[in-house]
């Protein structure tokens, strides 16, 4: 089982940017779809982005549709969530996943296996 591990988190001000990373180790994370997803306490788990690893196809939740940008980088065996135009709600831990189905693209909790611990993005003034 993929060990993936998020970065990237913190507080930004309202309008800011922050880039998550989602790296792995002991595995090569072109060979996982791979999601994000965020949770805020006492709220259910949200799906933010996926990307598949067959054919790189990204969806989107629509409230972030045109703000987030999901991207793998080969090279550096890390998937990337470039986070534009950040508001309040936007506040959340957000999670990397990933699952051994090549062509999933899906933003459905249930369909990724492994997990990591979260990093906290706060977008307040």
């Known amino acids: 089982q993929v060990h993936v591990v998020e970065s990237g988190g913190g507080l930004v001000q309202p309008g800011g940017s922050l880039r998550l990373s989602c790296t792995a180790s002991?595995?090569?994370?072109?060979?996982?779809?791979i999601g994000w997803f965020r949770q805020a306490p006492g709220k259910e788990r949200e799906g933010v982005s996926c990307?598949?690893?067959?054919?790189?196809?990204?969806v989107y939740l629509d409230s972030v549709e045109g703000r987030f940008t999901i991207s793998r980088d080969r090279t550096k065996n890390t998937v990337f969530l470039q986070m534009n135009s950040l508001k309040p709600e936007d506040t959340d831990v957000y999670y990397c996943?990933?699952?051994?189905?090549?062509?999933?693209?899906?933003?459905?909790?249930?369909?990724?296996?492994?997990w990591g611990q979260g990093t906290q993005v706060t977008v307040s003034s």
């Open positions: 990307i598949s690893a067959v054919d790189g196809g990204t």
């Open positions: 002991g595995a090569v994370l072109r060979d996982y779809s």
């Open positions: 996943a990933a699952s051994t189905l090549r062509e999933l693209r899906s933003l459905a909790a249930s369909r990724y296996s492994s």
